[in-house]
């Protein structure tokens, strides 16, 4: 039997950044996802219990809860909060709370999720760049001004108009979970005519709305592929579980090779755990695409770290990607 997902209401926010850690035991995971194939191993993990076939093998039972959440806010709060163990969002969440936790809880990343291009779509005809965006537009994100949509928008202002404008477009922003993004750019009948999405929402409204055009890639900011989805923890859950870590990210290694090597069973697995609406051989096409790397080393991260520190988004200057990263064989390779 397959464990449902549990919506959890964000409460208590940044204010909680000191409130009292619960008492952990290993074999206890509770895992905060969001939407979309960017989260697409923790699907394949979840579908096929892979953490817990791990945990086995190790010699821990571990017990797997599932939260759906959405935005960086909403999932910072629940891992502050003692909701969840593991927070899945964007790089830049992931930056704002290891520099706002350094000393207290001490949050860093425990893998990524892989690398995906993030199309910044809109139905403007007029918008061809980031510099045709005027007043009348507005663009959907998961999270105003800390997800990592937001922060890539702001490094590509930056890139743009000189570090000193990066925040130049977040007024046009606006926070709105991504399938009703998806679902307003394609109807387009409401004010949002742009979304700073991921896959499969960006590939449906490209699909759906013949005005529907990218604006702008995460690689083009990144200057490549890079990871812009992750998953954190406090340093107290990873020290307390190391066997419970070890079986995650052994998981999430394992669905990474079975996204990469056999698409349809990883779409198939998407589509049982998320019930999306979409078709089978159009999700097995997105996920087949040669720019989605499925791995859980991250890939270059620092820059969008080092932009953040240069804008004053965070105080902490890192040095490397080691920085704000547990260490672990798996990532190694990482950067």
Do not use: C
């Not at 859980?296 to 105080?315: E, M, S, W």
């Amino acid at each position: 039997m397959r464990l449902p997902f549990r919506p959890i209401a964000a409460a208590l926010g940044l204010a909680t950044l000191i409130a009292a850690a619960p008492v952990y035991a290993e074999g206890k995971l509770r895992i905060a996802q969001q939407f979309g194939i960017t989260y697409l191993l923790l699907n394949v993990a979840q579908d096929q219990k892979l953490i817990e076939k791990h945990g086995r093998q190790l010699g821990v039972p571990v017990t797997v809860e599932w939260v759906q959440l959405s935005g960086g806010n909403a999932v910072n709060d629940a891992l502050l909060s003692g909701s969840i163990d593991v927070a899945g969002a964007g790089l830049g969440p992931l930056l704002t709370i290891w520099d706002r936790t350094a000393g207290r809880q001490n949050v860093k990343g425990v893998a990524s999720l892989g690398n995906f291009p993030y199309y910044l779509v809109s139905t403007n005809p007029q918008v061809k760049t980031i510099a045709d965006f005027t007043d009348k537009d507005r663009i959907a994100l998961p999270a105003v001004t800390v997800s990592v949509q937001a922060r890539v928008l702001q490094m590509a202002a930056a890139q743009r108009w000189g570090k000193a404008e990066y925040a130049r477009l977040d007024r046009l922003t606006q926070t709105v979970p991504h399938p009703d993004a998806a679902a307003a750019v394609i109807a387009g009948r409401t004010e949002i005519n742009s979304h700073f999405a991921t896959p499969p929402f960006q590939e449906q409204e490209l699909a759906a709305n013949p005005k529907a055009h990218i604006v702008l890639s995460s690689y083009d900011v990144q200057g490549g592929p890079g990871s812009l989805t992750v998953l954190y923890a406090t340093e107290k859950y990873v020290k307390e579980n190391p066997q419970t870590t070890r079986a995650f990210i052994d998981a999430l290694a394992e669905a990474a090779e079975l996204a990469t090597k056999h698409p349809e069973l990883a779409a198939d697995a998407y589509l049982r755990v998320t019930k999306a609406k979409i078709d089978r051989a159009e999700l097995v096409k997105i996920i087949r695409n040669p720019q989605f790397q499925y791995t859980v080393a991250p890939r270059n991260t620092l820059g969008l770290a080092q932009f953040l520190y240069q804008a004053g988004a965070i105080k902490k200057q890192p040095a490397s990607w080691q920085d704000y990263f547990f260490p672990n064989p798996a990532l190694a390779p990482g950067s």
